[in-house]
């Protein structure tokens, strides 16, 4: 993430976009060696660019055994390595012959957007006076944006997750531990981690299941989708997230609503504290 960003301020700095953010992420590394030396600026993009590469190398699709990119379908038919075991609305899932591990292949979508995130938005008058103060809707999001959700099911203590690199076609390419699946539909409402703090419902309305609101180094992050087909249990049989869909808590927005700032303030200490403060008993 860090190489990331250093290469995101580099190329802004040079009048080169970061948004979207996928020309960034499929930089070749000696795409400036001539242009290096004509100033500071363009010498720090080259580097930027070549510390990001080593933490994010560019890989074919054939190293995973698909044929090439020309190749109509090249994940359609799996691999001789990988067996498919999933796709859901980001990722192609698949699982390793030889060591069991999964595999997952995220595609990159329309205007060089990839996996998924939120944007918010506050209530308006017309959504009534009952209506919850934020409204998050899911959309396609940057490759930012699925570096963070990859770290943070990490951060939550999901499944260990690892990026193994990205293809010339823009796919990322993650691998997961192998965890056993939960019954289809299972209810996991009561099974989620305490650290996926549940939203009151008059604050936020998402149409997703789950919405949480979880602390990073604190960092505010809200996350949902964490339904059972998100989760799996490990080999001691513990619970851990797989997928979810998540994006940073829009704190400003939230804060314009007075009980919402001091439901985040409280919860920020406290993941327990309930929808409103507790009185003292010298102030009943
Ligand atoms: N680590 C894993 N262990 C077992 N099954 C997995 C694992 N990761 C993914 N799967 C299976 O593949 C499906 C899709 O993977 P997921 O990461 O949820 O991608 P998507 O973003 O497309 O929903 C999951 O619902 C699950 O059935
Ligand atoms: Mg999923």
Known sequence: MEAFARLGAAATKVGIGADPDDTLVLWEDDELSLLTDADELWHELDEAARAFRKTLPIVPLEAFGFPGDDHEDPMG???PFLRRIGSGVEASAFQSVHDGSI???YLPREEG??????????????DGLDAPALHAEACLGSYRDLLEKLALILALDGMPTEVVGVTPEGVLVAKQVLGERLPEGEDVSELLPGSLIPIPARFLRAHRDHPRLAFVKGRPWFVADTHAKNLVRDTNGRLRVIDLLAA????ELAAQDPLMHDWLARVALDPTAGLLQ???DDEL
Request: hydrophobic share 35%.
């Open 248 to 251: 940073p808590f829009p704190s």
């Open 113 to 126: 957007r990839i996996g998924g995130t939120f944007s918010f938005s506050r209530a308006t008058p017309a």
């Open 103 to 105: 595999y997952k292949f």
């Open 77 to 79: 038919e799996g691999s």
């Open 278 to 280: 507790a009185a003292h």
